[in-house]
């Protein structure tokens, strides 16, 4: 059984970070090239400006996080292929070479390195998982997760925030502005502080242009629907002790099917 598994691993690993690896590296030749990844994979590995230590540091903390859902849950979390395998990888082809162009933006390397850093990082959480006995499962639940959710919830919105503000006046004030609003509706900070330190540092190279006003309607829209389908109109009526119209309430339950 152990060996099936971590035959298994080995290739599921390979495929997946050959698929991550060079669709992150895709993505900073758009829009000539169409790119392949999520939007925070961008930003968080330009947060790390081509350091390969950050890059490492900062996939370490999402591991562990990774590494308890998979010993406690028998499942991974997104940040395996979003944050660990995309870093990890981008650090394994900077230590000799720092520059951006032949390294993390040349998909060929990140998907290489991301492939065999996918093999070593799926086979290493699914055959632990596999063996860590039910005991040692709850302790990690306990435990780690606690720890890692600190890290995420708390350390990393400071982090990018502080990148926000050292990025520029423009990207501090959007950062700030974005980063609350995402705390306030959806209970992490990093999204809005990502999207501010775009869209300051679009407005300081280019003005308002057309795309920067595209992307800030853009940005304004997702934080509405977002609220909205959260419930964030509702709580916010609430929390100023105002009664919720009916026709408000009945939209809401229509939508989520009561």
């Known amino acids: 059984m152990f060996f099936i598994i971590l035959l298994k ?65 028998g499942a991974f979390t997104q940040d395996v292929d979003h944050r660990i395998i995309p870093n990890w990888g981008a650090a394994a082809i900077m230590m000799k070479n720092r520059n951006l162009a032949e390294t993390l933006h040349d998909p060929r390397k990140m998907a290489l390195a991301c492939g065999l850093i996918g093999m070593v990082v ?44 050292d990025a520029g006046r423009r990207s501090g004030f959007w950062g700030t502005v974005f980063g609350g609003l995402a705390q306030l509706i959806m209970g992490n900070a990093v999204p809005g502080l990502v999207l501010g330190i775009l869209i300051g540092k679009g407005v300081e190279e280019s003005g308002w242009n057309r795309v920067t006003k595209i992307m800030m309607a853009v940005i304004v829209l997702l934080f509405v629907l977002s609220g909205f389908f959260r419930g964030f ?26």
Do not use: Y
Not at 27 to 51: I, K, S, W, Y
Not at 144 to 156: D, E, F, I, Y
Not at 240 to 258: A, E, M, Q, R, Y
């Open 9 to 73: 691993s080995l290739v599921i690993g390979g495929l997946v970070g050959v698929g991550v690896g060079a669709g992150a590296a895709r993505m900073f030749h758009a829009p000539t090239v169409q790119g392949m990844g999520a939007f925070r994979t961008l930003g968080e590995l330009n947060a790390c400006e081509g350091d390969p230590a950050s890059h490492f540091s900062f996939g370490l903390g999402f591991f562990f996080n990774a590494w308890a859902s998979s010993v406690a849950a």
């Open 122 to 165: 799926v086979a290493f959480l699914n055959t632990t998982a596999s063996a860590v006995p039910a005991a040692l499962q709850v302790t990690a639940v306990k435990v780690l997760v606690p720890a890692a959710n600190l890290l995420v919830n708390t350390v990393m919105p400071v982090i990018f925030w502080l990148a926000a503000i």
């Open 233 to 258: 109109d509702m709580k916010l009526l609430q929390s100023f002790t105002l009664g919720v119209p009916g026709w408000l309430d009945h939209i809401h339950n229509t939508l989520s099917g009561k």
